[in-house]
Structures are given as structure tokens and as C-alpha cells.
């Protein structure tokens, strides 16, 4: 079957001053996947993540959505298509849990326009997905860290885009909550059909919950596929400088890494 792109990177390039950071990245991201973006830290997972959403305006023609030019999208078109929870998002403490998810629907309201019932029971609906339901009335400064990371999705899925970019969503939080978030996103995928890109720092998480992995280093593509074909012992010992051993996860087939 044949898979419709819908991001579409060629030859893009960013630099920080003189610092080049992206160097000439092509990626094509096609309709539900999970993708995951892996590689060191500074690698330029963030920055990358950062021009699809285009809180780092990119050049032109170097990002298309659905074969446009990404630069020619207005902000509201942008969010209602893709969504994106940032690392270490800052949250005003003021704000209840209510009114953090039902920011998510902003990109749908008029100016001055108040939420209508349909919002309500969007915010609703992605409270109830995220397990964050229960604490709609409180304080965002009040729950844990790994609650906060919850509201922050649901927030994202109440903006009901086909896309959602996250980035190391996952990498405060203890395995449990781990496993919860990527579930979560799994079943996004299954039932609401939506695509997901996201950072990961536990290549194994990657290898496991990814149906496609980009391993970055020093702002190239080192290597895109499958995670039988980038998540190999040349690969990693390459990018991380480290001994490892690749083994066959015994419950899903998928590689998992072992270190000396
Ligand atoms: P990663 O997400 O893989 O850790 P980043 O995209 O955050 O990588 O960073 C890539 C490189 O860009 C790093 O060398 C980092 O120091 C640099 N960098 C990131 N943000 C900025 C910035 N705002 N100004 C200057 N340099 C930056």
C-alpha cells in the first residue's frame, strides 16, 4: 500500500549564527506513522522540530505540507494540521487544567469568541484519552511532573490536527509514566489515524513504539528506516561512541540494544 507523504523536508539547512545546526535534511513523513528522531543531544533533534512547527521560521521551499510550501501557511491553518508539545513547555500557574487543554481550541475560535459546547466536549474527550480528567479543576502549578506532560497532549489532541510533534516527551518521567505517554500516542495512531514525530532519548522505547526511526548526529541524517535498519551495532556505536550489542527483543521482534 501505498503511503501519502505529508511533510515533505528537502535540502533543509539551519544555522545558529555561524553555527550550522540542520544540514541539508531531506525526510518525507507520511500518514499514520509514529516517527521517532534519535541521536545525541545537541544532534539538532529539537531544532529540526522546531522549523516543522515553524517556531524557527524555515527557508523557503525546503518544508511542504501536503505539497505546499509550509511558509505559506497561516498560523490558525498551521495548528489546526499540526500540533506540538514543546520540552520544559512554561505553564502560568493561574491556569486550571480546564483551561490549559481548552487552549487547544483556540486556532478554531473567532476573536472574543468563547468556547461553545462542541469545544467543551473536545476538551473533554482528550481529558478522558489522557487520563487527566479527574483533574480538571485543579491548579497547573499543583500536579506532578508527569501529569503536567498529560495535560500538555490532551491540550495538543483538543487541537483534533493529523499531527502531532513532541519533543522527548517522555525523558522526565519514571518507566511507568513512560510507557503510559506512549501508549497513549500508539493509540492515537490506531484510532484516530493521526501522525506522530517525535525526540526520544531511550533508543530501546524507540525501537519498540517507532514504526520509522531518523538517527541524527551533528545535524545529518545518519540514517532513516525501519528500526531493524537504523537501530544496528555500526550505527550506534558510530553516533554514541560507545560498545553495544544489538539482540532481537524476544516479545515483539524489534531490536533492543545491550550495552557491554
Ligand atoms: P538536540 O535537540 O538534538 O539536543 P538542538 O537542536 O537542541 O539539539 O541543538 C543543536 C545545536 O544547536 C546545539 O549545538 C545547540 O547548542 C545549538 N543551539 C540550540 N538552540 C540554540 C539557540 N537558540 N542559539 C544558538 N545555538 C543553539
Same mark, same amino acid.
Given at each position: ?10 535540502? *533543509? ?59 505559506? !501557511? ?20 493561574? !491556569? ?60 495538543? *489532541? ?7 510533534? *513532541? ?58 528506516? !525501519? ?34
Amino acid at each position: 500500500m501505498e503511503e501519502k507523504s505529508m511533510i515533505n523536508i528537502k535540502g *533543509l539547512h539551519w544555522s545558529y549564527g555561524n553555527e550550522k545546526v540542520l544540514d541539508d535534511i531531506d525526510i518525507d513523513f507520511s500518514k499514520n506513522n509514529i516517527y521517532g528522531i534519535i541521536g545525541p543531544n545537541g544532534s539538532g533533534k529539537t531544532t529540526l522540530l522546531k522549523n516543522i512547527t515553524r517556531s524557527l521560521m524555515p527557508k523557503n521551499k525546503s518544508i511542504y505540507l501536503f505539497e505546499k510550501d509550509i511558509i505559506a !501557511f497561516s498560523n490558525r491553518e498551521l495548528a489546526k494540521i499540526i500540533s506540538y508539545v514543546p520540552q520544559n513547555t512554561s505553564l502560568e500557574f493561574e !491556569f486550571s487544567v480546564m483551561d490549559i487543554v481548552l487552549m487547544g481550541r483556540t486556532p478554531y475560535l473567532k476573536r472574543l469568541q468563547s468556547e461553545s459546547f462542541n469545544d467543551i466536549e473536545i476538551a473533554e474527550n482528550s481529558m478522558k484519552m489522557t487520563n487527566t480528567w479527574k483533574l480538571r479543576n485543579k491548579n497547573i502549578g499543583n500536579i506532578s511532573g508527569g501529569e503536567r506532560q498529560r495535560v500538555i497532549i490532551a491540550r495538543a *489532541l483538543s487541537q483534533q490536527s493529523e499531527i502531532m510533534l *513532541l519533543d522527548e516527551p517522555v525523558s522526565q518521567l519514571d518507566i511507568h509514566h513512560q510507557v503510559e505517554i506512549l501508549n497513549i500516542l500508539k493509540s492515537l495512531k490506531l484510532e484516530k489515524k493521526v501522525t506522530v514525530i517525535m525526540s526520544l532519548h531511550d533508543l530501546n522505547l524507540a525501537s519498540q513504539y517507532c514504526d520509522k526511526l531518523i538517527l541524527m548526529d551533528e545535524g545529518k541524517i545518519v540514517k532513516k528506516g !525501519f528500526p531493524k535498519e537504523v537501530i544496528k551495532r555500526e550505527n550506534i556505536e558510530k553516533v554514541y561512541g560507545i560498545k553495544v550489542d544489538i539482540i532481537k527483543n524476544p516479545i515483539n521482534e524489534k531490536p533492543h540494544i545491550i550495552l557491554y
